[in-house]
């Protein structure tokens, strides 16, 4: 069963930039055709905010348009969500996962965006 662990997170300047990663510590990324990352505000429900669908092309949220980028490595094991022009309502914890039959989360990681 694959697990997935998150990184990158942390606290950054409105207007900056992180990069979240999420390895799969066990099973291969490559035989998930759908993954993606989700975001959850506290008080809020979780929001899709890009993934790559098993079936179409990369989709993202519309607040994230223009700023966030989805990427894959299969050689690493790794999917990557660059963030740029941060905002304070981008503050959350993000979580990856990939699809098959189930879904498989990671434990989520931080982002604070605050001056």
């Known amino acids: 069963q694959v697990q997935l662990v998150e990184s990158g997170g942390g606290l950054v300047q409105p207007g900056g930039s992180l990069t979240l990663s999420c390895t799969a510590t066990s099973g291969r990324l490559a035989n998930f055709g759908a993954m993606g990352w989700y975001r959850q505000a506290p008080g809020k429900e979780r929001e899709l905010v890009a993934r790559?669908?098993?079936?179409?092309?990369?989709n993202y949220a519309d607040f994230v348009k223009d700023r966030f980028t989805i990427s894959r490595d299969n050689a690493k094991n790794t999917m990557s969500l660059q963030m740029n022009s941060l905002k304070p309502e981008d503050t959350a914890v993000y979580f990856c996962?990939?699809?098959?039959?189930?879904?498989?989360w990671g434990q989520g990681t931080q982002v604070t965006v605050s001056s």
């Open positions: 790559f669908p098993s079936v179409g092309v990369t």
């Open positions: 996962y990939v699809a098959d039959k189930l879904v498989t």
